[in-house]
Nanobody, 123 residues
Framework: QLQASGGGLVQAGGSLRLSCAAS????????IGWFRQAPGKEREGVSC????????YYADSVKGRFTITSDNAKNTVYLQMNSLKPEDTAVYYC??????????????????WGKGTQVTVSS
């Protein structure tokens, strides 16, 4: 089970931090990350972290603005989102995958999905 939290409404240039708490599976065996889906658009991979691989993935659109971290003691992954833009507005979904690639991150890789949390960035 994946429990996401931390979404909300923020002005452009502001920050939000999303949290994803995992339970029911071995946290260290999975890469945990975030997808987002805006109205009328496909779900896209935003960022992912693999403790096993010791690496992270970021979509080009968020590099330099978003940072993903993992607290393995709490089985929780965080996505710090800075310099938010209106185009970041979407429902953000936490996800867990046994397979990890540092080059790409897409929905077919996902084994478990959390419920979405809305992020709205006003201009």
């Amino acid at each position: 089970q994946l429990q996401a939290s931390g979404g909300g409404l923020v002005q452009a240039g502001g920050s939000l931090r999303l949290s994803c708490a995992a339970s029911g599976f071995t946290f260290d065996d999975y890469a945990i990350g975030w997808f987002r889906q805006a109205p009328g658009k496909e779900r896209e991979g935003v960022s992912c972290i693999s403790s096993g691989a010791g690496s992270t993935y970021y979509a080009d659109s968020v590099k330099g603005r978003f940072t993903i971290t993992s607290d393995n003691a709490k089985n929780t992954v965080y996505l710090q989102m800075n310099s938010l833009k209106p185009e970041d507005t979407a429902v953000y979904y936490c996800a867990a995958s046994r397979f990890y690639s540092r080059n790409d991150y897409y929905p077919a890789l996902v084994d478990y999905w959390g419920k979405g949390t809305q992020v709205t960035v006003s201009s």
